[in-house]
């Protein structure tokens, strides 16, 4: 054997099969093993790492469908492995800011080893007194999505109705403690009365409830919302959000974050209630959190505080090994997850 | 006849017949004289007004409706006399702001003459040496809308694409002159040829399109902006709203006036595209001009002025006589107006 493949290893990788229409299955993915060589190339500025968590998050979806415009996040290239948010160790660099031993956050791919070949993209991980899978939501994307989502979209003022969607996610459930320690009044939705617990008990909700079982949500949202909604922090879209703006108040907010719900369906619903805005002079402001990472130190430092004061406390949905990885993103759409899901490819 | 009698005058009014559902008809209303004493009661701040312009506009139809809770604007009540902006003269004042001889636009009713018992809502007419009538529009409410709207909600750059709809009505005709003035590139939609060469030749917009002779609003607005919309001035609603989300540019906004398609449905049409807002980041804002009636001074002072230097021209459909104006109101909502409607009850 030459010495080039000295360093070569085994890789498992889950494969993106073809573009998705409707609901995604397991089987779009799929698990297979080459090798690659632990070093980056010669005079390249790539670094090579080995990946420890992987997160599982709704926006994937877009990229599993054949992109007819230009998106801001391409499709996945069937044949290629799968690729999001990840926490890695570095195991080579050319990349003058990261060198071996270090931890990193950022884009990696579905395989246990990845080159990564846009380096700068990465963060690098100071703070390592925390669970090493936070850098996949709590203090990564989701995390900075929640943050930038409720302080710089929302307007929030003390004592202002608040109500979350798919609270209990891995977004959600940071807007609600960030909501009450600003001193609003928070009410959640969530599909199970496990995940309904977690709301009131675990992340110290006002109230919450479980959509799946109620028939009628302009009822429901009257209940839990008697004198109106200040904010909706929207993560789920179609007749949640029909119903929510029948219920905002004056001058209120919607955050649009994201429409799970709509995601895998052929034709979205139909919103039918939009002429609200007009006379409550409603806000409704879409936003994604990468025009938004300039905050992250600023987001970083204020959330480690609050994670080691206990003000502020995270759930982590932890699948086991590369091979679990499809499971569980497909479980982001059926509600299968409670809290945050993540994939352990190695601790360490 | 007794002394209490001796000011009384005949008063031809139009009364409001009962609550509407669907399209409303010229029979919701009807002609009928009463009689009114030409002063204003003893010790009263009220003031009592001859009626000289009435102005329709489309958010009359929310009045018309029973309100099941509380709205911005009461419903009107059945067995009275409309109500709505217009030009009067004042023939007796209780009130210390205004005086007989006094010309005011504000809030009257749909008769000859009318006793307002608010007369701190009224403002005074000190520039007289335009069209009276202009006061019903351009310099009333419908003017203030879009001078609120374009300038306060649209937050329009120069060079940016802005699309109108409903272009050539009272808030429209405005919005795309104060967009061409600001240096932007403006299309708008109506429903007529003659609209469409209004818009053209007359107001200065840069293309302008029959919506009714479209049948795919997604094709046309990719024609006429094939780079897509920075702002949207929704006066429509429905479908017009759909496509223009498609076609949105990053950061775009849509500032929300009206919804005039919508207004007479039993069910609104459903909105299918607004998960665009979230890769687009797209502003969606309603608003109402009664949040911004304080930059009245300011915006009346430049709109004089660009008035008189010929650089804002307006266009008005004029109904002759109270009569008409039944059919006038009924005639917005088939797009029957070509320009402001106006309805002359006496010229002074």
Redesign the interface.
Known sequence: MGSHCRDEVSNKQIIFQDYVTGFPKETDMVSKTSTIRLNVPQGSNAVLVKNLYLSCDPYMRSRMKKSLVK??VPSFTPGLPMAGYGVAKVLDSGFAALKEGDLVWGITGWEEYSLITEPETLFKINHADVPLSYYTGLLGMAGMTAYAGFYEVCCPKRGEFVFVSAASGAVGQLVGQFAKLMGCYVVGSAGSTEKVDLLKNKFGFDDAFNYKEEHDLNVVLKRYFPEGIDIYFENV?GTM?DAALLKMRLNGHIA????IS?YNLE??????????????????????VL?HYHLYPKFLESTLKYIKEGKIVYLEDIAEGLDSAPAALIGLFTGHNVGKQVVVVARE
């Open positions: 998106s801001y879209g959000l649009v974050c994201g429409m709509q034709k979205p619903d139909g919103i039918y209630h939009l002429a609200n805005v007009i006379t409550k002079r409603i806000h409704i402001k879409g936003f994604l025009d």
